[in-house]
């Protein structure tokens, strides 16, 4: 095989490397970023990252100031963040809307 050859298979390979990090980055942010409805659009959100030792429903009595059952809220904030479940780690940004 000549050294041109070679070469173009090199880059061919990189590319196809490089396409597909970038769509596995593609489909980790579609997951991770919040899933705001049409009544979520133009409602003030305040944004809180996550510390050691929080837990949704805590982080929910903190900063949403809703009247009514809390579940309610914490099911809500799921909504919005795309949560299938209650479970948050630290460093995640989450969003909860404003009063």
Do not use: F, S
Request: aromatic share 6%.
């Amino acid at each position: 095989m000549e050294n041109g050859q070679k070469m173009r298979r090199l880059r061919k390979g990189r590319c196809t490397i490089v396409l597909v990090l970038l769509l596995l980055l593609a489909i980790m942010l579609a997951g991770v970023l919040p899933k705001a409805t049409a009544a979520d659009q133009g409602r003030p959100m305040q944004a809180i990252v996550v510390t050691e030792g929080d837990t949704l429903w805590g982080l929910v009595q903190r900063h949403y100031n809703y009247t009514g059952d809390i579940r309610r809220a914490v099911y809500e904030v799921r909504r919005i963040n795309g949560l299938k479940d209650a479970l948050i780690v630290p460093g995640q940004l989450l969003y909860i809307p404003q009063q």
